[in-house]
């Protein structure tokens, strides 16, 4: 019986759909929401913090992206998380990455995105000035890194470059100023040609995320108060 992938369309499940649908993984997909009280005891039996993906399979429950597309590249006997001499570094990107480039858009656009979408409270400029600082001092730095490689590894594509990328697809709210840094921009745009990574959710059922209000980000509904 194959797995079952339990996504919702925000960034850490979107990355796992993706990996799936990337490595042809034959996973059922289940849209979820697991904050919605009507489907939270359920789900607390699965994660207790809650949040997916969560990747069921035999009863077993696997949870958090990474894990998950360890335990996906493995079904598939891919190299895609790399299990030979490169997976230091490539440990070494998704480690780096979650503490500080991922981690600074997070902070953005958790602002200017995720609070406004879920009424999760007032905008904070300093979190998102924070954000945006810290996206400025990693970005520079897989700016360098990428000025002479197209993908994270020397090898080629890994999970650490969906990994780095996850709130990548969502910069159309978060507005970091990508464009300011050519070498990253061309990698983004060399993610978004894979059409596993720019639709991951083509042929499911997936309702769309809420809209936010007034269909702007958290900082221009503050300054339009
Ligand atoms: N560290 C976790 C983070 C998981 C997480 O934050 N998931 C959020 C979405 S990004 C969630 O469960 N949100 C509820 C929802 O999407 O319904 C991972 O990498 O999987």
């Given at each position: ?193 894979l059409a596993a990574w720019r639709d991951p959710f083509a042929g499911l059922v997936a309702p769309e995320l809420p809209a936010i209000p007034n269909g702007a980000g958290g900082d221009k509904q503050a300054e339009a108060r």
């Amino acid at each position: 019986m194959a797995p079952t992938l339990y996504f919702s369309r925000n960034p850490n499940p979107r990355l796992a759909v993706a990996v799936a649908r990337y490595l042809n993984c034959a996973v059922d997909f289940e849209w979820a929401a697991p904050f919605d009280p009507a489907q939270s005891d359920r789900f607390r039996r699965l994660n207790p913090s809650l949040s997916i993906p969560i990747m069921v399979d035999q009863g077993k429950s696997l949870w958090e992206a990474d894990a998950i597309a360890c335990a996906l590249s493995m079904r598939a006997g891919s190299s895609f998380w790399r299990m030979d001499a490169e997976m230091p570094d490539m440990i070494r990107w998704i480690s780096w990455g979650k503490a500080n480039f991922v981690q600074a858009c997070d902070m953005v656009h958790f602002e200017r995105g995720t609070k406004p979408r879920y009424g999760l409270g007032p905008y904070d400029a300093a979190a998102c000035a924070e954000g945006l600082q810290r996206f400025a001092s990693t970005a520079g730095i897989l700016e360098t890194h990428l000025q002479t490689r197209a993908y994270l590894l020397d090898s080629g594509l890994s999970y650490a470059d969906f990994r780095m990328a996850t709130f990548l697809p969502f910069n159309d709210v978060a507005g970091l100023p990508l464009e300011d840094y050519p070498a990253l921009s061309a990698w983004n745009r060399r993610l978004q040609r894979l059409a596993a990574w720019r639709d991951p959710f083509a042929g499911l059922v997936a309702p769309e995320l809420p809209a936010i209000p007034n269909g702007a980000g958290g900082d221009k509904q503050a300054e339009a108060r």
